[in-house]
């Protein structure tokens, strides 16, 4: 399995177990350091019931850019909402308004053509810590 599809995994598991229990989710790798009252402080000043993310929005290769897990990022409870029903269940390429699901649109080789990103319908917050 690859690392897109734990971290899709994990943000559906959340979505239909803890969903109600969260306000926001901090998504980062193991080797991650984060200071946990600076992580409290700062998305406190953000409304979970609008879709928001914090942190880096990696834009080297892909115009558009994509959330990066380099340092971690937070997702507000509407985004996640907004992640998992109108992304990652329709599986579908959302960005492009295309019906094909993104997994099968291979290039040669087996490498997809498009990467995962959040619909149009999500609006994030442009935030870069």
Known sequence: MN???KVRNAF???HDKYIDEVDL???SDDDTYAIIENLRFLPSHYNASKPGYLG???DKYVTNGYMSGWAGY???RQ???QL???DIRENKCPYLKTNKKSRTQRRPGNREVFSEQPSSTFEFTRCVW
């Open 79 to 81: 985004g996640i909402k």
């Open 56 to 58: 880096f929005i990696f």
């Open 12 to 14: 559906e598991f959340i």
């Open 74 to 76: 937070v997702i507000s």
């Open 25 to 27: 989710v901090f998504k």
């Open 3 to 5: 690392l897109i599809h």
């Open 84 to 86: 998992v029903q109108n």
